[in-house]
C-alpha cells in the first residue's frame, strides 16, 4: 500500500495519501477493506488516475471524478488487488482545511449525502486526517495539518455538545408521530436523537466520530454515557411505538445531564 500511495501522489492534482478506516485504527478484521484517501488540490488527472487503477488492477477500473459520489464523500473508485478490497477516496485538501478552520472556531455542517443516513457531519474531515496514517506526503502538508488536529478544539467541543438539544426535539416530534402508528418518521427522529448524541458524547470525550457505523457502540463505552445506553437505543428502535419514545426521552435527558 505504501508502493501505491508513492505512485499515486505521481498523479497530477493528488498532493497526499492516506490510509483510513479500521486498518489504520488497528480494528480491522481479516476481510476490512483498505481505505486511501487521496488528498488532492486544484485539478485532478482522473484520467490519469483510470489508467493506473486499470495498471494496478489488470482489468479497467471506473474512477468517480470531484463530485461523482455526492457532496461530501467526494469521489474515488473501487479496486480490488490480489482479492482484497482496495478504497480509493478523493478528499479535496482545500475544503479539508478550511472545514478544519471552522472547526477551530466552533462552526460545523451536516450535509446530505448519499451513504450517511444521518447525514454528513464536516468535522469527519479533520477527523479523519487526526486518525488516519499517512502513507505518502511529499511536501508535508497532509503530515503538518494531522499534527494540527491531534488536538480537539474546545470550540467544536462546545458547540456538539450543545447539540445535543435537537435530540431532544427530535424525541418530541416523535412522540407526536407514535400515537399516529407512523413508524417511518418515528425511525427517522429516534434515529436522528441517537445520532446526534453519539456526536455530543464523543465531543465531550474530545474523541473525533467519522460516521454512523458503530458510532453507538462507541458511544455506549464512554465515561459520560448512561448505564444501559447501547441497549436502550437498540429496543427503541425495535420497538418504534410510544414506549419507545418515553425510553428514548430517558436517554436523551440522562446524557444531556452528564454533559452538563
Same mark, same amino acid.
Given at each position: ?160 455538545? #450543545?447539540? &445535543?438539544?435537537? /435530540?431532544?426535539?427530535?424525541? %418530541?416530534? $416523535?412522540?407526536?408521530?407514535? *400515537?399516529?402508528?407512523? !413508524? @417511518? ?29 458503530? #458510532?453507538? &457502540?462507541?458511544? /455506549?463505552?464512554?465515561?459520560? %454515557?448512561? $448505564?444501559?445506553?447501547?441497549? *436502550?437505543?437498540?429496543? !427503541? @428502535? ?23
Amino acid at each position: 500500500m505504501a508502493a501505491l500511495a508513492e505512485r499515486l501522489t505521481e498523479v497530477p492534482g493528488v498532493r497526499a495519501v492516506a490510509l483510513g478506516g479500521s486498518r489504520a485504527r488497528g480494528t480491522h478484521r481479516p476481510d476490512s477493506d483498505w481505505d486511501l484517501g487521496l488528498y488532492y488540490r486544484g485539478d485532478l488527472d482522473v484520467p490519469a488516475l483510470s489508467r493506473l487503477a486499470a495498471e494496478v488492477t489488470g482489468a479497467p477500473v471506473e474512477v468517480a471524478g470531484p463530485g461523482g459520489w455526492g457532496p461530501w464523500v467526494n469521489g474515488g473508485a473501487w479496486l480490488t488487488l490480489d482479492g482484497v478490497a482496495v478504497d480509493w477516496i478523493l478528499r479535496d485538501l482545500d475544503r479539508v482545511e478550511r472545514v478544519w478552520t471552522d472547526c477551530l472556531a466552533g462552526r460545523y455542517e451536516v450535509g446530505v449525502q448519499p451513504g450517511h443516513p444521518l447525514g454528513f457531519w464536516s468535522p469527519a474531515y479533520p477527523g479523519e486526517v487526526a486518525l488516519g496514517l499517512v502513507l505518502a506526503d511529499p511536501q508535508g502538508e497532509l503530515t503538518d495539518l494531522q499534527e494540527q488536529t491531534r488536538v480537539y478544539p474546545e470550540p467544536l467541543r462546545a458547540a456538539l455538545v #450543545a447539540a &445535543a438539544w435537537e /435530540a431532544e426535539f427530535s424525541v %418530541a416530534a $416523535a412522540r407526536k408521530s407514535a *400515537g399516529f402508528g407512523d !413508524a @417511518l418518521h418515528v425511525s427517522l427522529c429516534l434515529s436522528r436523537a441517537f445520532g446526534i448524541l453519539a456526536q455530543s458524547l464523543h465531543a465531550h470525550h474530545r474523541r473525533w466520530l467519522l460516521n454512523e457505523k458503530g #458510532a453507538l &457502540a462507541s458511544a /455506549a463505552a464512554l465515561d459520560a %454515557a448512561p $448505564a444501559g445506553f447501547a441497549e *436502550g437505543t437498540a429496543a !427503541a @428502535l425495535r420497538a418504534l411505538d410510544a414506549g419507545a419514545v418515553e425510553l428514548a426521552d430517558d436517554l436523551v435527558r440522562k446524557v444531556r445531564a452528564a454533559l452538563s
